[in-house]
């Protein structure tokens, strides 16, 4: 089975601040890669597909880049809103969820 | 608007079965792969298995043995049953919808219900 390691597991951030989350697969995944946001007691919502396609109405300071092995969600302003546990999930090899970073405010 | 609902019991005793149901509205079940996803403090977020319209099914190898899922085309619902259930099962358990091939994803989920394995 393909796991995914997201790093770090928790981070504090300020509003503005640039924040970086890495996820990194155990075999090859291609650009088969997703990001999802989640909020306390809601459902995952997804913010990336595809490694770098940004869902419809996703504010465009969330980026994803990477392929392969190694990824990266960045957010270039943080919002607010945008405290929350992020979840990267591959789609290559039936379906599975990296353990999440959690956003939180500093 | 697509919308899907999670329906059945939050507790249920070890050793017995586990079955959800999600009813899809605003919608076609038709054309789309349905998941059962769950998530807990020990496990994050974990996918079990999935169904497509016409019925064909795809488990999570590490569930396979005690998971099925079914459909139920005219009701717009399908379903989860999980066997020989444990303190380890006891989870909120999601249902998602996704598209076919490498680059799908989970694009509308329910609201997720709790259930509890506890005797």
């Known amino acids: 089975d393909i796991q995914l390691i997201q790093s770090p597991s928790s981070l504090s951030a300020s509003v503005g601040d640039r924040v970086t989350i890495t996820c990194r697969a155990s075999?090859?995944?291609?650009?088969?890669l997703n990001w999802y946001q989640q909020k306390p007691g809601k459902a995952p919502e997804v913010l990336i597909n595809?490694?770098?396609s940004l869902q419809g109405g996703v504010p465009s300071r969330f980026s994803g880049s990477g392929s392969g092995t190694e990824f990266t969600l960045t957010i270039s302003s943080l919002q607010l809103e945008d405290f929350a546990t992020y979840y990267c999930?591959?789609?290559?090899?039936?379906?599975?969820f990296g353990q999440g970073t959690k956003v939180e405010i500093k | 608007q697509v919308q899907l609902h999670e329906s059945g019991p939050g507790l249920v005793k070890p050793s017995e079965t586990l079955s959800l149901t999600c009813t899809v509205s605003?919608?076609?079940?038709?054309?789309?792969?349905w998941s059962w996803i769950r998530q807990s403090p020990g496990k994050g977020l974990e996918w079990i298995g999935n169904?497509?319209?016409?019925?064909?099914?795809t488990y999570n190898r590490s569930l396979k043995s005690r998971v099925t899922i079914s459909v139920d085309m005219s009701k717009k619902q399908f379903s989860l049953k999980l066997t020989s259930v444990t303190a380890a099962d006891t989870a909120v358990y999601y249902c998602?919808?996704?598209?076919?091939?490498?680059?799908?994803?989970?694009?509308?989920w329910g609201q997720g219900t709790l259930v509890t394995v506890s005797s």
């Open positions: 595809g490694a770098s």
């Open positions: 075999q090859t995944i291609y650009k088969y």
């Open positions: 998602a919808r996704h598209g076919a091939g490498n680059w799908s994803y989970f694009d509308y």
């Open positions: 999930q591959q789609s290559y090899n039936q379906w599975t």
């Open positions: 605003g919608g076609s079940i038709g054309g789309y792969y």
């Open positions: 169904i497509y319209s016409s019925g064909t099914t």
